[in-house]
């Protein structure tokens, strides 16, 4: 379990190395190089726009089938090839309505936001949500069948021709468009590998000679408390981003957007952890060991602070010259965004290990519940908050909601597991003093910083003193981030 766990997350980790790197050269890129600020915020309310329409387009539909599958492959193989013609079936026929949709009612969408400059890139939207959608699905389904390197493949495929194709295209002059079709381009060569993969794969399983009764009924019935988690997903990611469009500017959106993905760029490690020890919840489970599945939420848990809480700490303090350095000046409105948004990381970064656990732990519908209701209310904060105080009324909505969905998530973990709720407290708190030791000493460090390489040098002294506070107080073996 061990070897299995850490070659799935060291592939996992790369795969996230490789698109945070694509995504970061990619976001300096459009902003600093290829597009205005307002030009950038129509590329990614249309993107926003396909994201939200992905809700519909999945419908829960591959974490379903990663489920059954990581159930079937060691109960019934047999049932495995079936699950996955099913579930193609279905995922077909949902994916191809709403690209239809969107393509029918791109004009009247972006009529909706009062900005005729979204209509073309919507006119896209079909083929984009297609693309994304497949792409989606063989990446969830690899993690069902535990080839966790396999997802890692498809994600670096994905981003990487991503990269090149948008870059490529841009420099030819298109424009907006030229960068969508680059990112429709990625999409698809990664859903296009990933499925030559899965057809490969099921062919590895002796087919039964019927599905087992009621089995289409489970994938689709599981699939329904998992749409709604999706739906609270969207709720979180995107509809804040689309209420920004309608309410405020294109460049408001780029601001916000902005801060976001800088946020995502520092998830990675904790978006690999989750992705790679989830499956194994549900094998714990189903095996009785609950202690053991116990232990390694903990761990995890303990070492996801570790990383992330001094992170955020960090990015409060050098947001302002971050932004001023490496974006420039016409995107200074995004540094309050992005030290609220910091707070989102260590919330996001605990919903990372404790999401996808939840699903291999047979609690889905009650994580349903959790992130439905704390969606609903972020939705209703951010229709208070954005038109009175702005870009930063949404990032707090998102904060305030999202901290409440973590504390509830993590309270149904202890639920199904015999976790120390104290052995968690603890961490957080010798984490904090580590994050408020750093942050004060980058801080009086910070006036040096006229520069993107007295910048970087400032950020590398803060990375050795939370290196050494993390070691001298014993939260990190070194011996043990070694093997």
């Known amino acids: 379990m061990k070897d299995t766990l850490l070659s799935g997350f060291r592939a996992t980790l790369g795969a996230e190395i490789v698109r945070t790197v694509a995504k970061g050269i990619l976001t300096v890129s459009l902003a600093r190089l290829f597009l205005t600020p307002d030009e950038y915020g129509i590329l990614f309310l249309a993107i926003s726009v396909f994201s939200a329409s992905l809700l519909c387009s999945r419908l829960g539909i591959p974490r379903s089938t990663a489920r059954y599958i990581a159930e079937y492959r060691e109960t019934d193989p047999g049932q495995v090839p079936y699950l996955v013609r099913s579930s193609l079936l279905f995922l077909g026929i949902v994916m191809l309505i709403v690209a239809a949709a969107v393509t029918v009612f791109h004009q009247l969408l972006a009529d909706l936001f009062g900005e005729q400059e979204l209509a073309p890139l919507l006119l896209l939207g079909g083929v984009y949500i297609s693309a994304w959608t497949l792409n989606s699905y063989v990446h969830t389904l690899f993690q069902g069948f535990n080839r ?145 599945a116990a232990r390694m939420y903990e761990t995890t848990f303990k070492h996801n602070v570790v990383f992330y809480v001094p992170a955020a700490a960090g990015l409060i303090v050098v947001a302002d010259p971050l932004i001023r350095y490496v974006f420039g000046s016409d995107y200074l409105g995004a540094i309050p965004v992005i030290q609220v948004f910091a707070l989102f990381i260590v919330f996001q970064s605990i919903d990372k290990i404790t999401n ?104 590398g002294l803060g990375v050795t003193l939370w290196a050494l506070f993390s070691v001298t107080s014993g939260l990190v073996d070194i011996h043990s981030v070694r093997s």
């Open 148 to 292: 966790i390197t396999w997802s890692a493949r498809v994600t670096i495929i994905t981003n990487a021709s991503t990269l090149l194709s948008v870059v490529a295209l841009l420099l030819t002059g298109s424009g907006v468009i030229a960068a969508l079709i680059g990112y429709i381009i990625g999409y698809a060569l990664g859903a296009v590998y990933g499925l030559v993969l899965l057809y490969r794969l099921v062919a590895e399983f002796d087919r039964a000679a019927e599905p087992e009764p009621g089995l289409r009924r489970r994938l689709i019935e599981y699939s329904l408390p998992l749409t709604v988690s999706d739906g609270a997903n969207v709720v979180y990611k995107q509809v804040d981003t689309l209420l920004i469009g309608a309410f405020l500017t294109p460049v408001a959106v780029g601001y916000y957007v902005l801060a976001k993905q800088i946020s995502d760029f520092v998830i990675a490690p904790a978006s690999s952890l989750g992705f790679t020890v989830s499956p194994s919840y549900g094998e714990y489970k189903a095996n009785g060991e609950l202690e053991e």
């Open 356 to 459: 996808d656990a939840l699903d291999y732990l047979g609690r889905a519908t009650h994580r349903a519940v959790s992130k439905g209701a704390t969606g609903a209310f972020n939705f209703g904060l951010n229709l208070v908050l954005i038109p009175t105080i702005g870009v930063v009324g949404a990032a707090i909505s998102t904060v305030v909601s999202y901290g409440i969905m973590v504390v509830v998530n993590i309270y149904l973990i202890h639920t199904e597991l015999p976790i120390s709720p104290r052995y968690l407290a603890k961490s957080v708190v010798m984490v904090s003093g580590i994050a408020l030791s750093m942050a004060l000493v980058v801080l009086l460090v910070l006036p040096a910083a006229t520069n993107i390489v007295s910048l970087l040098a400032v950020i």
